[in-house]
Structure formats: C-alpha cells, structure tokens
C-alpha cells in the first residue's frame, strides 16, 4: 500500500534532508523545492492509496513516487559516504597536511558536482510525476474523506459473502459457545460487555452469531439488536439501523424522521427506549477505540436493566479490553487443533461422501494442505470448498499444494479470503506496515527472536522518536500493537516476565506481507532452486535462503541494498568468501548473517559506513579487526556464539554502539556453573560508549579501572559481568550506583572459591527485575529485598549457610527462584503468605537438603517446579498437594528410592497425582533419560538425543 511504501520513506527522507542541508553548499534551493514537492506528494497519496486497487495507471504513479523517494535517500546517504570516506585521512606533518587538504577539496568538489547533477535529475523525476498526479485528478486528504470509507465497504461486502462458516459443519465452536452463552445470562445484574478477539478468519462472528441465536439467549433478552461496524463504520447510519432494529422488535412505529434526526438525538432516543429493557446487542467487527467511543453513551447502565449485555467482535485485544463498563469478561479465539482442522476440512471438501471421509489415495496430500491453512476456520472452509469441484486425483491435488501460495491470487474465493485477511494490514499505521512487512524476509514457521526483530527496525529507521521512552522500548510497543492486532503469534514468552521472547506469523498472513512486499519492491527472497525475476528493480532488501547464489542479473541490482539476511546457508559463495560481494554495498544498513558459515571477518564489512546492524552470531569468526573502528553508524554488534574473546581498541570509536553482545555458551542447557558462559575482555576505556543499552558478557579480571569505567554507562539496561574479583566487587558497586536505569543485572566470579562482595551497594536500581549472582555469598546482600520490581532472582553456588528464603519471602512481584548450590542448610521453607506470584522455581545442586516445606498459603500460583541433583533430599515438598496451578514437575537426576516414593502406590503418589506432567529426567552419556509418572506405559524408557 502507499502508506507503507512511501509515506514512511517521505517522513524519514524528509527529516534526513532537513538535517543534512546545511553540507548542501550550493544546493540548498533544489533540495527545498523537492521537499516541498514531497510534501505536497504526501497529501495526495491516500486517494491514490484507495484507487490503485482498481486502477493501474494510479498505481504506477504511486510506485513513481515510492522509486523518487528511494532514489532521493540514496543520493544523500552516497554523498555523505563520500564526505565520511574523503575525511579518514590523518594528517601528519605540513606537508602531508598540505597534500590532503588539496586532495580533498578536489574530492569535494567532484562529489558536490555528481550530487548536483542527481539532484537536478531526480527534481526533473518529480516535476514529471506531479504533472501525472494533475492528469489522474488525485485529491487531497481534505478533499477526499471518504476514500477510506468507500473502500472499506467495497472490503466489508466482500467479507460478507465470504462469511461460509454458515454452510459448514461447524467444528470447535461448542464448548466456547457454552462458556459466552453462561457469561450473557448468568452473573452481575449491572451492564457487563463480552468481546470475543482474534485474528481475521478465526470465526469470531459466526460464534457469536450462534450465541446470539440460541433460544437461552432469545428467552432471557427482552430487546435483541446486532450492528455489523466493519473497518470504516459510518455511525450515523449505524445508529439508524439500531433503532429500526428495536422498534420493529416490539412491533412499534418507527419515530417520524428518523432518517434525519441528528446522531445526538438517535443516541438519545435508543437511550431511553433501552432503559426499562433487559438487552443484548451485538456490535460486529469493531475496529477501533474511537468507534466504541462514538457509541457506548448509548447504553445505559441502570440498576433496572438487570443484566444487559453487550458482545462485541475485534480484531485487537486493546479495543477488546477497552470496551469496558461494569464488568469485563474476554475470550480469546484460537485456531483449530490440526484435529479439529482436519474434521472441518473433510466436512467442506468430501460432502458428497456418506461419511465426509477423505480418499486414501489423497490423505496425504490433504493433510499438507490443511497444516498450510494453520487452524484458519475461513481458509480451510474457503479451501475445502475450491477443493471439492476438483477432480479427486492425486495430479490435481498436488499440484494445487504446490501452487497454493499462487492460487490465493488467481481464484475467486481464495482471492475474496485474502482480502478479509489483508483488512487487518490495511488497517496499520504507515510506520507498523513497514515493520510488518520487515517480516517478509524471515523463513517460513520461523521462530523470530523479538530483540533481533526490535533491533532490526530500528537500524532501517522504522521506528519513530518519542521523548522519554528509548527506540528498544518503542518498537517493543510496536511489536505488541502487531500482537494486539492479530497479526503476529506468541511463540514463546519469558518465564520471568511473561513479555514475548518470540514470535511468528500465521502462514496465510505470511503469504499476503510476501505479496505486498513483492508489490512495493520492499525485499527480494532468494530461494535454492527457484529464479527470481528482478524486473531491473533495484533489490532494497535481500534474503537468502538455504542458498546465496545471484545470478548475473540479480548482481546487478544490489548496488542499492539496505539490508541484507542469510537463513539456514551452508555455502557460501565465492563472491561471498573473498568479500568482493561487500565492496559493492555502500549503502547497507542491515547485515544479519547469523548461522552463516563464516570463519573470518571479512575487511570489506568495514567500509560499509551507514552499517547500524551486524550480526555474526553463532559463526566460526574467531577476532574482530581494529579497522571496525570505521563503522561510525553502529548500533548493534551481535557476537554470540562466536570464537571472539577479545575486542579491539577500534571499538572504542563506535559511540553510537547501543548492544554489544559477546559471548559463548559451553553447554546446551543451563547448569548454573562458573564455565557455563565465556565471555570477552573489553579495552580499557569502555566508558566512551555511552550509548550502550546492554552490555554482555564482559570479563572483569583485567583492572579495577575498567570497573570504574562502566559508572559512565549510565543508559545501562543490561549488564553481565564475569571473573570478577572479591576486591572488585566495591567498585562495580559503585559503578551499579550510577546506572538508574539498568532492569538485569549478572555478575560471576573469577572461581569457584571467590567471593563476591556486593554489600557496598548502598542504593540499588530501583527497576532492576532481573537478577543472577554466580559466586560464593558470605550473606545474601542486604539491598534484595528492598528490589521491589525484582521478578527472576537466580543465586549459583552461594553456599549460604542461613535459609535465603526468610528474606526474599516478601518480593511483592517475584516470578523465578532459582537456588544452585546456594544454600548448606537441610530444609528450605516457604512461608504462610509468602511468593504470592511465584510461577516457576529451581532447586539445583542443593547437597545438603533433606526436606523442603511449603507452608499452607504460600506459592498459589506456582506452575513449574524442577528439582535436580539434590541427591539426599528424602521425600517430594511437604505441602505440595495443595498447589492447584503447579502443572510440571521436573526431578532431574535424582536417586531411584525418591522417584519410586512418587510412582504408582508409592507413599507420595497422591501429594502429585493432581500434577499433568511429572517427569524424571536423567543426564547420561550425552542423553536424557526420562521417565514419565503419567506415562501408562509406566516401565517404558524415552530417549531424547542432545
């Protein structure tokens, strides 16, 4: 869409131009006339936004512009290349001096003539495609209010007669339809409103539809009225058809007027209508906090309504969740199981058969296609249905698996399915469409890391400054918006605070970014096997997949690449090797070749200047060159898993550096150990990076002064520090004090033995949440609990001779407790009214105890418990049998007198028979060995290979 393609990259050209003109000596009125004649560009683009749809030489005049306003970044970002590379020459001596000074004037001068000549051709680009905009009698947004409004109908109609879940057997829809028919007539007297959310095709108004039919329903409301909103709802028709709803309803005269009646006077009058009535209204397909605004006064709240009830269906759990009166209750749909998908599928394509079964010839075949349907109601219905006037061959059958990503294009109803999941894009802001099409590069059914993702968007500049919140934060809102909104997936979440760790796309959502990305020539995916037609566009962004092989064609148009990604690539090219790929691309902003067979940093990364993402992780690459020192623009450096031990002093110039991440992990599960982790020496100085968000994991045994250092890196979020020393331990205390914003804090000893001396921590973060201290304890420092927002402690190899527990007893928001060789002692107790919100804790390596005890009252929410290596521990946690939420347990390497106290008619069968999962893994030889308590094959052995 327009939005998405051009008005991000007209706000961020815009702003880079204003900020650069000043270099423009010479150029200051040809560069301000194309910003005044982008701006006026910008007002007209939403028009040609809703009319591109249908007409083709509008489109073309909106890519037009889209490739203006690229050329126009890539003008300016190449000419301050050229400024930064001409101004790396040191000076020494009068002479020499003397030498660069001519030389670069020369260079200047060259480089301001070819920039003037670009800038007078792209000013000529646009003076001809601003004749075209006259041509097309585009409108402004004043002008033109309706646009949206008059495609969103054209999208609602479309929605309607694709609503087929009617036609079906419905699959999945009982046990919610119970639970949302007890909320409409049972419970609170008082107004109440039920929003059901979920992403597009799930199903949400056909459940809702069947709630509002059922007679229970029907019997229990005296007035009974269902809006449809949709994306652009046009209120005062909406208020309108309410009313007529519940006056025919009662079989009463439509009041005389209605039709012209003022939106203030039609509320009034559904107003006082509702009030002596016990009502149910259903408002459909709501897209926005604005439009609930725009109707709620509309229902009144009164003691005699006794147990109205308002359902409402979105898209966005934040409109779910704002739709809020007197009380709230909100269900969350979910896609089918493959189960429930496969039931539903044979019912839609296999009717004709006595029992909706599918042929044996094609189940294999089916079963792959429904998987690509991801549990969608609507596309299995709208696939199932395409699927039944074919011939039933195997022929047929794969050939449309193989092309389905190609048939939602070409065939109708596919095609109408498409557009009733693309109204949730059409509905983004312009800056989140270019964030969600950024996921158009990763691999499909990845599992993309929400920092990396954050990280990313902020190095192409998708994500806009606001005052007091930092870029990370701000585009994890984004991120959350995405989620709120349907269009991304929680894959996993951290089990400290329960904020996404990952997340992934639905496969057909995946299909219509790759489409609209394709459309706006926003990436290019390079794919093993498959050609890929450039068209002589220039490729902005790459990603290869499985294979980094450019054909001859394809070299020539990435002169202009932005970003660059590589994914599950075993080989790389010899253009790729030997870095000749690299020189070519000035104008990279992005390089992520995580996982990428690389064994050396190549020198031409270093001469990619607007370079603010690089990612190395988890290659062979073994030392980082001190000519790193020339990427001014760096942001993130992401080293982990790398052979890096040590950074270079160049790395001390790179003062726009937000995360440095450095590290190794020796082991593929976390053992809590002292060589679990390697970690990087830093060079003195580290403190000129104040810019850092997140520092891991710096060595600290080189000098004390490199402690003191980090007291400047006051914009700290996170920091891990190893090998520190027990004499260290005041100045890193110090330097803690300094850091107000930092939210996770490790720190590890040089050994074993070492003490870790934290006790001059006199004022701690105040927002600290996260917590690991790996190293031998006197006491448990006295500032923990006063860590008010703390939510994961893990305290490792302590060896605490007093219970730690009395005193983290109180941690009002505490969600982990990890406990590694921390304590002596032979019982831990948890306190009656102690760890309210404690969901997950870890007993390791604890060879002292012998009894654990759990107060009645304390752990409520306690979900997981994992106990390992505590060999002499004598029976399961006294008191364990009263956690009603705790749903695995995990007794890893524990003897086999404590599994059997657990197994069928052993004495502690029944404390732990209410648990789903309880487990007994063992370490050996390289495997797990587990046992299952609920296995019915009780006696069997399951081995998981590490």
Known sequence: MAESAVSFLLDHLLAMIEAKVKLLKGLRKEVKSIVVELRTMKAFLKDADARSETEEAVKLWVKDVREVAYDMEDVLDEFMFRFAEQGEHQSHGFIISYIHKISRFIKNFKTRQSLATQIQDIKAQIQNVSERRKRYKLKSLEQAPSSRSSSGAMFHDIREDALLLHETDLVGIEKPKEEITGWLVEGQSSLGVISVVGMGGLGKTTLVRKVYDDQRVKGHFQSHVWVTFSESPRIHELLIHMTKQIYEEHHQPIPHGVETMEDAKLKQLLQEFLKQKRYVIVVDDIWSIQAWKSIEHV????????????????????????????????????????????????????????????????????????????????????????????????????????????????????????????????????????????????????????????????????????????????????????????????????????????????????????????????????????????????????????????????????????????????????????????????LLKVLDLRNAPLNEFLEEFTNLFHLKYLSLRNTNIKQIPDSIKKLQNLETLDLKQTYVSELPIGILSLHKLRHLLVYYRTTDFASGTFDEYLGFKAPNGIGVLESLQKLSFMIANTASVLIKELGRLVQLRKLWIMMLKREDGIHLCSSIEKMSCLKSLAV???????????????????????????????????????????????????????????????????????????????????????????????????????????????????????????????????????????????????????????????????????????????????????????????????????
């Open 748 to 946: 590890t000893a040089i050994e074993e033995s070492e003490i870790l001396d934290l006790e001059s921590l006199s004022s701690p973060p105040r927002f600290l949440r996260k917590l690991a201290l790996v190293g031998r304890l006197q006491s448990l420092p006295h500032w923990i609990p006063s860590l008010r927002s703390l939510s994961s402690i893990a305290l490792a190899g302590a060896k605490l001779k007093d219970d730690p527990l009395e005193a983290l007893n109180g941690l009002p928001d505490l969600r982990v407790l990890s406990l590694g060789d921390a304590y002596q002692g032979e019982q831990l107790r948890f306190q009656s009214g102690g760890f309210q919100r404690l969901t997950y804790l870890i007993l390791n390596s604890l060879g002292g105890l012998r009894m654990v005890t759990m107060e009645e009252g304390s752990l409520p929410n306690l979900e997981r418990i994992e106990i390992t290596y505590c060999r002499i521990l004598e029976k399961v946690p006294s008191g364990i049998e009263r956690l009603t939420k705790l749903e695995e347990i995990l007794f890893c390497n524990m003897p086999d007198e404590f599994r059997l106290k657990m197994w069928y008619n052993g004495e502690d069968h029944a404390k732990v028979a209410h648990v789903p999962s309880v487990r007994f893994p063992n370490w050996i030889d390289g495997q797990w060995e587990i046992y299952d308590l609920n296995d019915t094959a009780s006696a069997r052995r399951k081995l998981l290979l590490v």
């Open 299 to 586: 229902f009144p709240d009164t003691d005699s309504n006794r147990g109205s009830r308002i359902m409402i269906t979105t898209r966005s759990k934040v409109v779910a969740e704002s739709c809020m009166k007197s009380h709230l209750h909100v269900y969350t749909l979910k896609t089918l199981s493959q189960k429930k998908s496969w039931t539903l599928f044979c019912n839609k394509t296999f009717r004709s058969s006595p029992d909706h079964s599918c042929p044996t010839h094609l189940e294999e075949l089916s079963q792959s296609i429904v998987r690509k349907c991801g549990g969608l109601p609507l596309a299995i219905v709208t696939v199932g249905g395409v699927l039944s006037t074919k011939q039933k061959t195997e022929m047929d059958w794969e050939m449309f698996d193989r092309s389905l990503a190609t048939e939602l294009y070409e065939d109708d109803s596919l095609r109408s399915m498409v557009k009733i999941l693309t109204l949730s894009y059409n509905d983004l802001p312009y800056h989140l469409k270019s964030c969600f099409l950024c996921l158009s590069m990763f691999p499909e059914d990845e599992l993309i890391d929400k920092t990396r993702l954050i990280r990313i968007w902020m190095a192409e500049g998708f994500i806009q400054r606001k005052e007091g919140k930092t870029l990370e934060e701000i585009g994890e809102s984004y991120l959350y918006e995405l989620v709120n909104r349907s269009l991304i997936q929680i894959a996993e979440t951290s089990d400290f605070d329960g904020r996404v760790k990952k997340c992934r796309v639905h496969d057909l959502i995946r299909e219509i970014i790759l489409s609209k990305a394709r459309e706006q020539n926003f990436g290019t995916i390079i794919k093993q096997d498959q050609d890929v037609k450039v068209d002589n566009e220039k490729i902005r962004r790459l990603s290869f997949h499985h294979s980094c092989e450019l054909v001859p064609q394809q070299e020539e148009s990435i002169t202009h690449l932005r970003s660059l990604f590589t994914f599950n690539v075993s080989t790389l090219s010899d253009t790729f090797r030997s870095g000749a790929f690299f020189s070519r691309l000035e």
